[in-house]
């Protein structure tokens, strides 16, 4: 069977074959890694994907550089799907301070000087404790962070009458 040349008119319960389409190809993942964030993102929708809300670790690269990519280079997904970069926030080289025991305010302060800054704050109910206490921290006393890292305090609470 040999396929009728473009624009030929066929006889009526003439034969015709459908090639149908099984969607646009699956785009392959750019290697954006090393790249600042910015130029990482172009490139990313050059391709025709788009990007996601980045997520951002302490690494040895500089701040503002890709470290990875989700899914990672030459993974092929869908036109228009996103792809999640994930960013240096630095090298982890400050060590967390010990604040447990400190007033939130305290903390605050000493984080700070440390060059660190408070994280979300929550509270915890401890009996036979004053409240407003520095019950527990994260990351942990002795941790590395990265400069300007957050430290997510737990502070004491009356349990209630």
């Known amino acids: 069977?040999?396929?009728?040349?473009?624009?030929?008119?066929?006889?009526?319960?003439?034969?015709?074959?459908?090639?149908?389409?099984?969607?646009?190809?699956?785009?392959?993942?750019?290697?954006?890694?090393?790249?600042?964030?910015?130029?990482?993102?172009?490139?990313?929708?050059?391709a025709g994907l788009t990007t996601g809300t980045p997520d951002s670790i302490p690494a040895s690269a500089d701040r503002g550089v890709v470290i990875a990519t989700r899914p990672g280079q030459g993974v092929g997904r869908d036109p228009g799907?996103?792809?999640v970069l994930v960013i240096s926030s630095?090298?982890?080289e400050i060590s967390v301070p010990d604040v447990i025991g400190m007033t939130n305010?305290?903390?605050r302060d000493r984080l700070e000087q440390a060059?660190?800054?408070?994280?979300?704050?929550t509270a915890?109910?401890?009996?036979?404790?004053?409240?407003g206490l520095v019950i527990d921290q994260r990351?942990?006393?002795?941790?590395?962070?990265?400069?300007?890292?957050?430290?997510?305090?737990?502070?004491?609470?009356k349990p209630n009458p």
């Open 1 to 46: 069977w040999q396929d009728p040349p473009p624009g030929t008119v066929l006889p009526k319960g003439g034969a015709v074959h459908l090639t149908i389409s099984s969607g646009p190809a699956a785009v392959p993942v750019p290697d954006v890694v090393g790249l600042e964030a910015d130029q990482a993102k172009r490139i990313i929708e050059a």
């Open 81 to 83: 799907s996103a792809i």
């Open 90 to 92: 630095g090298p982890a």
């Open 105 to 107: 305010q305290q903390a």
């Open 115 to 121: 060059g660190l800054k408070a994280g979300a704050v």
């Open 124 to 131: 915890r109910t401890v009996p036979n404790r004053p409240a």
């Open 139 to 157: 990351p942990a006393p002795g941790t590395l962070s990265p400069r300007d890292g957050p430290v997510d305090l737990i502070l004491s609470r």
